[in-house]
Nanobody, 126 residues
Framework: QVQLVESGGGLVQPGGSLRLSCEVSGFFLDYDTIGWFRQAPGKEREGVSSLRGSDGKVVYRDDVAGRFTISRDDAKDTIYLQMNSLKPEDTAIYYC???????????????????WGQGTQVTVSS
C-alpha cells in the first residue's frame, strides 16, 4: 500500500529554519523518485526539490538552491527537506510526491508523479 505522510511544518520567522519529513511506504527510496512540492494560496503547485534514488540525482528550483537540502534515511523510509534562511515567499503547503521512474528534465513537474501526501503547512512570517 502506498502512503506518504509529511510532517515538520509550522510557523517560523524570516531567516529561520525548518526540517520537513516525509515517511514513505510502498516505494523504495534507493530506486524510486521522491519530490517535494509546494502550493501557495491562489497559485499552482510547484516543484521544490527531488531526489532520484536509483542514481542519487538531486534537483532544486532556482530560488531555493543553496538554502534547501533534500536527503533520505533508508532505514527510516523517510525523505527530508532541510529549509534554511526561510523567506515569506516560501510560505505554502508542502507536499511530498512519489513516482517509480522520472527523467531528469521532469523531476520538478508534479505531472510526473503518481502519489502524494496530505501536505504540511509552512508559514514564514514575523
Amino acid at each position: 500500500q502506498v502512503q506518504l505522510v509529511e510532517s515538520g511544518g509550522g510557523l517560523v520567522q524570516p531567516g529561520g529554519s525548518l526540517r520537513l519529513s516525509c515517511e514513505v511506504s510502498g516505494f523504495f527510496l534507493d530506486y524510486d523518485t521522491i519530490g517535494w512540492f509546494r502550493q501557495a494560496p491562489g497559485k499552482e503547485r510547484e516543484g521544490v526539490s527531488s531526489l532520484r534514488g536509483s542514481d542519487g540525482k538531486v534537483v532544486y528550483r532556482d530560488d531555493v538552491a543553496g538554502r534547501f537540502t533534500i536527503s533520505r534515511d533508508d532505514a527510516k523510509d523517510t525523505i527530508y527537506l532541510q529549509m534554511n534562511s526561510l523567506k515569506p515567499e516560501d510560505t505554502a503547503i508542502y507536499y511530498c510526491e512519489a513516482a517509480r521512474v522520472v527523467v531528469g528534465s521532469r523531476m520538478l513537474l508534479t505531472s510526473s508523479y503518481s502519489y502524494w501526501g496530505q501536505g504540511t503547512q509552512v508559514t514564514v512570517s514575523s
